[in-house]
T-cell receptor, first 113, second 112 residues
């Protein structure tokens, strides 16, 4: 089955710790994205990558970092500099017939204790 | 003015009702219009996809785009409790632009 996997589904972190969220895809899509979703805020773009070894900041990149060493993988690190990291994190790719369709993973719920 | 505005809701309707969900936008360059459905604690899934103006129907769902008014709608006929979810509109200009612009989403509850 083609798709996007995110792990873990739930993640707990103590304040001051860095944590890395995994995102893997087997859709063979070039572009990958990380969004953050908070109640009432919609989807906010953190980082995106259109090709391996290249990525761009989105609207709320501060306190986050990414890497894109492989086409299939786009991990997101939430650093201790992120002031309010508790949120639902969604990984996505861009594909479809006209390369305008966003495909989403199941999400990771991060809670800072 | 935000690029995409979506009624914040929430919206509660009885089973069998016709539901109308709407988004307005300001960027006249948008050509591709999408509706996503998101169940609680899940990732959004693409529900409807429309290019440019016009209507598109898929079962109980109809997507409508009016580019002259910069207004898109999603209609759900004979709504079911299983339609209870958050609905997000999304849009993208034509060409190689790789960032979609999303509405904030509206949560729909269909009461049995």
């Amino acid at each position: 089955d083609g798709g996007i996997t995110q792990s873990p589904k739930y993640l707990f972190r103590k304040e001051g710790q860095n944590v890395t969220l995994s995102c893997e895809q087997n859709l063979n899509h070039d572009a990958m994205y990380w969004y953050r979703q908070d109640p009432g805020q919609g989807l906010r773009l953190i980082y995106y990558s259109q090709i391996v070894n290249d990525f761009q900041k989105g609207d709320i990149a501060e306190g986050y970092s990414v890497s894109r060493e492989k086409k299939e993988s786009f991990p997101l690190t939430v650093t201790s500099a992120q002031k309010n990291p508790t949120a639902f994190y969604l990984c996505a790719t861009l594909g479809g017939v006209s390369y305008n369709e966003q495909f989403f993973g199941p999400g990771t719920r991060l809670t800072v204790l | 003015q935000k690029e995409v505005e979506q009624d914040p809701g929430p919206l509660s309707v009885p089973e069998g009702a016709i539901v109308s969900l709407n988004c307005t936008y300001s960027n006249s360059a948008f050509q591709y219009f999408m509706w996503y459905r998101q169940y609680s604690r899940k990732g959004p899934e693409l529900l409807m996809y429309t290019y440019s103006s016009g209507n598109k129907e898929d079962g109980r769902f109809t997507a409508q785009v009016d580019k002259s008014s910069k207004y898109i709608s999603l209609f759900i006929r004979d709504s079911q409790p299983s339609d209870s979810a958050t609905y997000l509109c999304a849009m993208n200009p034509s060409g190689a632009n790789s960032k979609l612009t999303f509405g904030k989403g509206i949560t729909l509850s269909v009461r049995p």
